[in-house]
């Protein structure tokens, strides 16, 4: 069984790609296995080596971050993207979870955060950081419908995991879901799961943009 996430650092300041690789260093279940400092250089070693979680800044030279999670993603979709960047607006959050990211995490976070994230995204499960806004991404289905998974009959899902999808479409956590179900993390998880392979989705987004674009819950 895989002990350690290994980890590509894509960031074009040499300090502060030092100052990451020194935190993941410590940390017994992380191994930082490159770093490139521009958007190419990202793609090629990502290809070379096949990390389980790339650190991506968006603004980087040459082609920069979003042509890179582009192209990592078109020919090893299994490897899994966590932004790390400083801007907020829509247009890079859209853009960067419209071209595969798992994650979207500012460089203003905390270290505690960051580690979070990886290991969130390294599970297949999608993270943002909590100061983008959740309606962002609520938007970001809204204002362009063709973004959303196509509409699958709601039939195929039981009640049980409808009660569910609406939860974590509100923004619960797992946690919470199951304080307010009484039912186990684990069952939880077990309807998620589940709901993820009937509809076709592969992460939390698009499970929200679903429940959006079938009326589950309004935004």
């Known amino acids: 069984m895989k002990s350690r996430i290994s980890v590509l650092i894509a960031e074009d300041h040499a300090l502060l790609r030092a100052g990451v690789r020194t935190l993941l260093d410590r940390e017994p279940d992380i191994e930082v296995i ?42 090893a979709p299994e490897i899994k993207i966590l932004v790390v960047t400083m801007h907020k607006t829509d247009e890079y959050i859209q853009e960067a979870l419209r071209n595969g990211a798992s994650g979207y995490i500012l460089k203003e976070s905390a270290h505690s955060e960051l580690i979070f ?21 609520a938007n970001m289905f809204l204002a362009n419908p063709t973004a959303a998974p196509p509409p699958v009959a ?3 899902l039981t009640a049980r995991e409808l009660e569910v999808l609406k939860l974590v479409a509100q923004g619960y956590a797992n946690k919470q879901v199951a304080d307010r179900m009484n039912l186990s993390i684990k069952t939880i998880e077990k309807h998620r799961s589940s709901m993820m392979k009937k ?20 935004v």
Not at 49 to 70: K, Q, Y
């Open 34 to 75: 490159g770093e490139a400092d521009t958007g190419e250089e990202a793609a090629i070693i990502a290809r070379q080596r096949s990390p389980d979680v790339v650190l991506m800044d968006l603004n980087m030279p040459g082609r920069g971050g979003l042509h890179a999670i582009r192209e990592i993603k078109q020919w």
């Open 154 to 156: 709601t039939t195929t």
């Open 117 to 137: 994230a990886i290991r969130r995204v390294y599970e297949g499960k999608t993270y943002v950081s909590p100061d983008v806004s959740d309606a962002v991404i």
């Open 199 to 218: 509809l076709n989705l592969r992460n939390t987004v698009m499970l929200v943009s679903y429940a959006i674009n079938n009326g589950h819950i309004k």
